[in-house]
């Protein structure tokens, strides 16, 4: 199940995307580039809800195991 970092992420990669392509289509070099900087963060940002996410399933994992 994903987790609020990973959502995010991934709404900001997908307005970053409609960024540059508007950004591309009017030719607003501006709007582009903050599109491509967007996506880049929507990036970190799922990769580091991801490891979150990881780290979570691992500690639980070995709390059940202890538990048996």
Known sequence: M???????GKA????????????KAKDDEQL???G???????????????GRRKVGEAIKDVGNKIGR
């Open 12 to 23: 900001d990669q997908l307005k970053g995307k409609i960024k540059e392509s508007v950004g």
């Open 36 to 50: 491509e900087d967007q996506r880049a963060v929507g990036n970190a940002e799922e990769a580091f809800g991801k």
């Open 32 to 34: 582009r580039e903050e």
């Open 2 to 8: 994903w987790n609020k970092d990973e959502v995010e």
